[in-house]
């Protein structure tokens, strides 16, 4: 099967009782047993059914399974957002006294997570460029417990070598984690870039529309002692597995993720290209142009299409608050990958409680604008960033 057919006709793990079509909702807290042998055999982890939903829930199993299935992946858990899902891959990854190497372009809750949160249970953050290889070999050692990097970092657009670091990674026995939620993982194969584990906010595209908040591992079994703290850990003592209801949302969101993808994709393209040929517009951050300096690595490593997320530059903070200010359609939201598209202005929002020395070591800049782009028709998207972009004056007949 390929994977437009995988997303819609992955079997369930056993026939509903009034055959329904869709996975139900299983919105219960716990599972009954005939006899007190096989409830311990279940308790104990001997046989693995739900006992109690923190931990194991039939629409989230089919959820987990779905996703295994469109990745070819060993094992793929479930949380309750994006950041339960990195959490708990870190906290099952780290130790104190062991250090992880990573980067300061990140989604700003995982930066936090790794240089705050962690670092005060002592792993120790070792923030190096990623893209530099030899730097990257320089900070490795006998304590490192993971690389850890975004496969398109937000909001830089910058694609390291998850090849070249995976060379690393496996010479000191370690993982290779890549957050991989701006592009797809139905776009191209985890395991064959080097890949041991994938974490995904799949909130964004997987959720359908904004529909609810999730995150997933998606584990290819090369770190058996990895794999087993996550699900036996992770999931139990730091509760954050997904619910039913999001688990059922998100089912339905993959059956559509194909068709919203690549309109979405397409359109994103489109826009990086209007606006690069913008006066206004001083610089445009999407992997999908061939100006942009990792326009090769990423279709190698991605694939042909370059995700959703459009990125540019505008002259000063002034001017983003204009343009922001003047919108009428693309709504001043953050959020990536909903129907309806988005705006925000990274530095003074999503990193504003960051401190200006922080955030330019990050590379979050006053000037830039973050779009996220939805499915609408293009013609009504490309006006309105024009007459954001211009104040008062309107595109007529297609002309600026
Ligand atoms: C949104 C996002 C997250 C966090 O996901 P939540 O579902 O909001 O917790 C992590 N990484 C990236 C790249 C994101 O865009």
Redesign the pocket.
């Known amino acids: 099967m390929k994977n437009r057919t995988k997303a819609i006709h992955t079997p369930y793990g056993r026939r509903d009782a009034w055959d329904a079509l869709q996975i139900p909702v299983y919105n219960c807290m716990a599972y009954e047993f005939d006899d007190a042998a096989y409830m311990s055999d279940v308790f104990s982890g001997r046989v693995i059914v739900p006992d109690y939903s923190r931990v194991l829930n039939p629409t989230v199993m089919h959820l987990e399974e779905r996703v295994a299935h469109l990745t070819g992946a060993k094992e793929v858990s479930a949380f309750n957002?994006?950041?339960?899902?990195?959490s708990a891959m870190l906290f099952s990854t780290a130790a104190a006294g062991k250090n992880i190497v990573s980067s300061r372009h990140?989604?700003g809750?995982?930066y936090l997570l790794v240089s705050r949160t962690l670092a005060r249970f002592g792993v120790e953050p070792r923030l190096v460029d990623l893209c530099n290889i030899e730097e990257v070999e320089k900070v490795v050692d006998k304590d490192t417990c993971c690389i850890f990097l975004?496969s398109v970092?937000?909001p830089q657009t910058e694609v390291a070598d998850t090849r070249a670091l995976s060379e690393i990674a496996k010479k000191w026995g370690i993982p290779l984690i890549a957050?991989t939620?701006?592009i797809p993982f139905t776009e191209f194969d985890g395991k064959a870039i080097g890949l041991d584990f994938q974490?995904v906010?799949?909130?964004?595209y997987i959720s359908g529309g904004a529909t609810s908040?999730?995150?997933l591992i998606i584990d290819y079994g090369n770190f058996p002692e990895i794999s087993e703290r996550i699900k036996k850990e992770a999931v139990f003592n730091l509760g954050g597995y997904m619910p039913a209801q999001s688990a059922y949302m998100q089912i339905i969101g993959l059956e559509t993720l194909d068709a919203r993808y690549q309109r979405q994709a397409k359109t994103a393209k489109e826009i990086a290209e209007f606006l690069k040929d913008l006066p206004e517009v001083k610089e445009v951050g999407y992997t999908g142009l061939e100006s942009h300096p990792n326009y090769h690595l990423a279709k190698e490593l991605y694939g042909d299409t370059s995700g959703a997320m459009v990125t540019f530059d505008l002259e000063n903070i002034d001017a983003c608050y204009n343009f922001l200010n003047n919108l009428k359609l693309i709504h001043r939201a953050t959020?990536?990958f909903d129907n309806r598209s988005l705006a925000i202005h990274p530095h003074s929002t999503i990193f504003g409680t960051l401190s200006d020395a922080e955030k330019e070591e990050m590379d979050v800049k006053p000037t830039t604008i973050r779009l996220s782009i939805g499915l609408e028709d293009i013609e009504d998207l490309k006006e309105d960033l024009v007459q954001a972009l211009k104040g008062k004056e309107m595109i007529k007949d297609g002309k600026i």
């Open positions: 957002s994006g950041m339960a899902a990195i990140m989604f809750n995982t975004e970092t937000n957050d939620t701006m974490v906010s799949s909130t964004k908040l999730g995150g959020n990536l």
